[in-house]
């Protein structure tokens, strides 16, 4: 079974870094392309972040220039490192994998942003 698993959120004050994890198992996902997207109350779903096999990786506007989303395929990883976080970067973030048109996505892990 294809499970992703997140890590790495919690508590910053703005202006703070996290770094955020996911671990895939249950198959291979060299060849799929890994992103992230997140869910905040009163806010619409965001795809913060999208990385091919190949490591192209593509961003929304919103965390241009302070996020980078990375991938280790030897280890079935894909990151987000999070940095100038503003508090309206507070959301749960999920990671996920596209699997041939079958999407699998994690638990998320809770991002808060204080001001």
């Known amino acids: 079974q294809v499970q992703l698993v997140e890590s790495g959120g919690g508590l910053v004050q703005a202006g703070g870094s996290l770094r955020l994890s996911c671990l895939a198992s249950?198959?291979?996902?060299?060849?799929?392309?890994m992103g992230w997207y997140r869910q905040a109350p009163g806010r619409q779903r965001e795809l913060v972040a999208t990385?091919?096999?190949?490591?192209?990786?593509t961003y929304a506007d919103s965390v241009k220039g302070r996020f980078t989303i990375g991938r280790d395929n030897a280890k079935n990883t894909v990151y987000l490192q999070m940095n100038s976080l503003k508090p309206e970067d507070t959301a749960v973030y999920y990671c996920?994998?596209?699997?041939?048109?079958?999407?699998?996505w994690g638990q998320g892990t809770q991002v808060t942003v204080s001001s």
């Open positions: 249950g198959g291979i996902f060299s060849s799929n392309p």
């Open positions: 996920y994998t596209d699997r041939w048109g079958n999407i699998y």
């Open positions: 990385i091919t096999s190949e490591g192209r990786a």
